[in-house]
């Protein structure tokens, strides 16, 4: 069985900041891609960020160059940093994770149950 978790999400001023991490756990032999999307009522979920196992990334051009996605390979972990947080960047974000489990001959996609994230004065 594999979890993702994701904490850090809550309330925040408009020009504020927020982490989010998300946690992988399991018979876990390798996370190949790690990511966030999100969810904003009445909207189509979106692409925030993704990254490598390798490091490389990319973000939706609405995030660019106030969200950073990184992560910690030896801790299975993806992290969002999200500063000059905006109105329009509330919604439910979610982690996911493509990886394969110990035995398994391929990998799959994982997603966590969400974080609420608002930004609001």
């Known amino acids: 069985q594999v979890q993702l978790v994701e904490s850090g999400g809550g309330l925040v001023q408009p020009g504020g900041s927020l982490r989010l991490s998300c946690a992988a756990s399991?018979?876990?032999?390798?996370?190949?891609?790690m990511g966030w999307y999100r969810q904003a009522p009445g909207k189509e979920r979106e692409l925030v960020a993704i990254?490598?196992?390798?490091?490389?990334?990319n973000y939706a051009d609405s995030v660019k160059g106030r969200f950073t996605i990184s992560r910690d390979n030896a801790k299975n972990t993806v992290y969002l940093q999200m500063n000059s947080l905006k109105p329009e960047d509330t919604a439910v974000y979610y982690c996911?994770?493509?990886?394969?489990?110990?035995?398994?001959?391929?990998?799959?996609?994982?997603w966590g149950q969400g974080t609420q994230v608002t930004v609001s004065s």
């Open positions: 996911t994770a493509n990886l394969r489990r110990i035995g398994a001959s391929s990998s799959q996609n994982y």
């Open positions: 399991g018979i876990i032999f390798r996370i190949y891609t």
């Open positions: 990254i490598t196992y390798g490091g490389d990334t």
